[in-house]
């Protein structure tokens, strides 16, 4: 009887112990700071791998255009400004370079800007529709999808201009219809989603076309694998798995590595989790997740440890962008973009060192450092009290 009663009370303040650590890991993320604080829409939001800036499209009534905002809010910058819709931006991990689509429905543009403004570039013709894209993080090659006839295909050209490749096939063993193509940091390997009549996989191929991976399997009539992310260093991919169709919350965030071993499912609550975004070295994922009627924001480590909610809204938190060592998450809601900033992972100057404002501030590690003692301390008390019981 007492073995169970020390089990029970043990397995109990683990519980506890895991509950704090989460609270404090959450304390350690600041409070969304709006960027953009416009009246005008902003949608398609995505931040540099060394996360100093953000780029992002803003529809100014006519249509819509390129800006790029340092991360702290400053030097807000209008890239683009034309008749036509430029959307969808992906940006090099200097943030010094601006892939996006130009042009209007079916004769979209691939093309490329500086973030200071210069070296505006059409990297393609505008004779067929190409419809999304992902810059590699040392800004030299661009992957995206172009309509051909019913198909989508997957190509990928350098940011000269030259080198443009097909790199999957109207014909084949797999039906090719490509969405949501991402780059690694080097421009070596694309994630891509290849959708089925039902139902679709995550594949992964080396940017000169060979060595094409299929990382899923549909296991079932209704189900699907969707919004790759591929790390920077281009070893492991986070994508959407969906068990059924019918059912959008039955959606969950999986990693795999590029080999396609190693797959780990990181959720499992039946809560929609979907869009992971990938950190550099694939340690760190952030993704959005439905309650009733709005979104919040998540964050998890690769081993499926350490999930933590970092916003709390009540409100409809869409599209998570994470910057390279995964300590800064940029995302939408109702028009703007909002950054979320990880405080245990800064590092403070000599004289910012246990002050913040005039009040004390504890970094994270310290705050869980003294709740898991506690949480043990009790635990041990009690485990002291039940033996002499």
Known sequence: MKK?????????????????????????????????????????????????????????????????????????????????????????????????????????????????GSGFKELTDGNQDDVQLSISGDGSKIAFTRIVGKNLLLFVINSDGTGLKQLTDSKGDYTPFVTNPSMSSDGKKIAFQDSVAVGSNIFVVNSDGTGLTQ?????????????????????????????????????????????????????????GAKYPALNSDGTKVAFQQGFDNY?????????????????????????PSISGTGDKVTFESN??????????????SPDQIGESNGELAFPAEIIIGILVAVAVTVALMALVYLKRK
């Open 335 to 348: 028009g703007n973009v909002f950054l979320i900033t990880d405080g245990s992972q800064e590092t403070p």
């Open 215 to 271: 990382l899923t399997a549909i296991s079932g009539e209704y189900n699907k694998n969707t919004s790759p992310s591929i790390s920077g260093n281009g070893n492991k991919v986070a994508f959407t798995y969906t068990s059924s169709i019918l059912d959008e919350n039955s959606s969950e965030i999986f990693l795999v590595n590029a080999d396609g071993s190693g797959l780990t499912q990181l959720t499992s609550n039946n809560k």
């Open 4 to 116: 169970k009663l020390v089990l029970k009370t043990t397995f109990a303040i683990y519980l506890v112990i895991l509950a704090l650590v989460s609270l404090a890991q959450a304390a350690s993320w600041s409070i969304p700071t709006n960027i953009t604080n416009s009246p005008n829409p902003g949608a398609d939001a995505c931040i540099s791998s060394n996360g100093e800036k953000i780029a992002f499209a803003r529809n100014d009534g006519n249509d819509w255009e390129i800006y790029v905002v340092n991360s702290d809010g400053t030097k807000l910058r209008q890239l683009t400004d034309n008749s036509v819709d430029d959307r969808d931006p992906s940006i090099s991990s200097d943030g010094s370079k601006v892939a996006f689509t130009h042009g209007s429905y079916g004769k979209r543009q691939i093309c490329i800007i500086n973030s200071n």
């Open 295 to 319: 979104t919040e924001i998540f964050i998890v480590n690769a081993d499926g440890s350490g999930l933590t909610q970092i916003t709390s809204n009540n409100d409809k938190e869409l599209y």
